[in-house]
C-alpha cells in the first residue's frame, strides 16, 4: 500500500519535474557566458537560502546549529545533529561550485550583489511559507516532496560537455544531482504516513501540482526563452500520469 502511495505522489509531480529539466536542457544547448552567468546569479540565491519554510538562510542555520552543539547527546540525538550539519554543508558545497563557475564565465571576483532573488522565485518561497505555516502536516509535507524538483536541473547540466564552462558545470551537477537525487524518495516516506483517507491524498497531490506548477515558473524564468507558456503547458499534459 505504501508503494502504491508514493508512486502515484510521485506520478503526480513527474510532468513538472521532467518539465524543470527540458528547460535546463534547451537552455543549454546554446547557451552563452552571459546566458550562464543570468541562471547562475539566481540559482546561486537558491544555494544560499534552501527551502522557505524549513529553513532561514543557510548563514542563520550554521549559527544555530552551532548554537545547538551543547545539546549533543543531551536533548540531541548526535545522528540528528550530524545529518542537520551534513545537510548544511552539503549545501554551502553547491554554492562554493557554482561560484566558481559564475567567477569563471565573468572573468571576476563574486560579489554580494551577484545573487539575485528573482520574482518567480520570490512567489515559490511565498507559496511554501503558505502552505508551511498553515499548521497542517500534509501541506508541510508537500512542500518537502516538492523540494529540488526531483533534481532534474542538475541531471541535465550533469550531461554538458565541450568546452570549459560546460565541463565545469557538468562535475558541479553530478555532485549536486548526487546529493539530491534521492530528497524526493525520503520525503515520501513522511507523506506516506500522513496520507490515511482519500481527502488526504486528493489535498496533497493538489499541493503537489500547485508547488510544482510555481517550480516550473520559477524555471522558465531562471532560464528564459527556453520554453514559452504554451510549450510547457504542452508538455506537462503529455507528461501527466495520474
Known amino acids: 500500500m505504501s508503494d502504491d502511495v508514493e508512486q502515484q505522489l510521485v506520478d503526480t509531480a513527474w510532468p513538472y519535474w521532467e518539465c524543470e529539466g527540458e528547460i ?11 546566458d550562464h552567468a543570468f541562471y547562475l546569479k539566481a540559482q546561486l540565491w537558491k544555494e544560499l ?13 550554521l549559527k544555530d546549529l552551532v548554537d545547538r552543539f551543547p545539546e549533543v547527546d543531551k536533548t540531541m540525538d548526535r545522528h540528528e545533529y550530524h545529518f542537520l550539519l551534513t545537510q548544511l554543508t552539503e549545501e554551502f558545497n553547491h554554492y562554493v ?4 563557475i559564475f567567477e569563471h564565465v565573468m572573468g571576476r571576483k563574486i560579489s554580494t550583489e551577484d545573487t539575485v532573488q528573482l520574482p518567480e522565485e520570490k512567489k515559490l518561497g511565498d507559496l511554501r511559507r503558505g502552505y508551511v505555516d498553515d499548521g497542517d502536516e500534509l501541506s508541510r509535507a508537500a512542500v518537502g516532496f516538492t523540494e ?27 555532485i549536486i544531482y548526487d546529493d ?23 489535498r496533497m497531490k493538489e499541493a503537489i501540482r500547485v508547488i510544482s506548477a510555481q517550480r516550473v515558473k520559477m524555471r522558465s524564468e531562471m532560464f ?14 503529455e ?4
Not at 535546463?24 to 552571459?34: K, L
Not at 539530491?180 to 486528493?202: F, G, N, P, R, S
Not at 507558456?229 to 499534459?237: L, N, Y
Open 24 to 34: 535546463a536542457r534547451r537552455y543549454y544547448e546554446d547557451a552563452t557566458d552571459e
Open 97 to 100: 561550485m557554482l561560484a566558481d
Open 148 to 174: 529540488g524538483g526531483g533534481a532534474r536541473l542538475f541531471r541535465e547540466g550533469a550531461n554538458l560537455s565541450g568546452n570549459t564552462v560546460n565541463d565545469m558545470t557538468a562535475k558541479a551537477m553530478q
Open 49 to 61: 537560502h534552501p527551502v522557505d519554510g524549513f529553513f532561514n538562510g543557510l548563514h542563520k542555520e
Open 224 to 237: 528564459p526563452g527556453a520554453m514559452t507558456d504554451t510549450e510547457i503547458d504542452a508538455f506537462v499534459a
Open 239 to 242: 507528461n501527466t500520469r495520474d
Open 180 to 202: 539530491e537525487k534521492d530528497h524526493y524518495a525520503e520525503q515520501a516516506k513522511i507523506c506516506v504516513k500522513l496520507i490515511e483517507t482519500d481527502d488526504d491524498m486528493a
